[in-house]
């Protein structure tokens, strides 16, 4: 069985920094994209990064890009999301993802964490 569960969520200051992280385990992630996703509340769920299992070739949305770094571990099985100057705006559940290479993230294929909440003030 393939289990995402994501931790490091919590209270953080306008400008401080958080690190998730997303331990995955039940199969081999060669070939998947990791990916995480936040969803504020009132709002759709937002892709923020992805990384390659297998490369770790990395890609990043505006909202990500700059302040976000996304990674993974291969000997832990973890993948991480360093946030670095967070603003109260970055306030939402975060989850993470893992999809074949090539798939959609909305294919019947993804796998989904439960999220964690992050809440940012000023």
């Known amino acids: 069985q393939v289990q995402l569960v994501e931790s490091g969520g919590g209270l953080v200051q306008a400008g401080g920094s958080l690190r998730l992280s997303c331990e995955a385990s039940?199969?081999?992630?060669?070939?998947?994209?990791m990916g995480w996703f936040r969803q504020a509340p009132g709002k759709e769920r937002e892709f923020l990064a992805q990384?390659?299992?297998?490369?770790?070739?990395?890609f990043y949305t505006n909202s990500a890009k700059g302040r976000f770094t996304i990674s993974r571990d291969k000997d832990k099985n973890t993948v991480y999301l360093e946030m670095n100057r967070m603003k109260a705006e970055d306030a939402a559940v975060y989850y993470c993802?893992?999809?074949?290479?090539?798939?959609?993230?909305?294919?019947?294929?993804?796998?989904w964490g439960q999220g964690t909440q992050v809440t940012a003030f000023s």
């Open positions: 990384i390659t299992w297998n490369g770790g070739l990395t």
């Open positions: 993802a893992a999809t074949t290479v090539g798939s959609s993230w909305t294919s019947g294929g993804t796998y």
């Open positions: 039940g199969r081999s992630f060669s070939g998947y994209r």
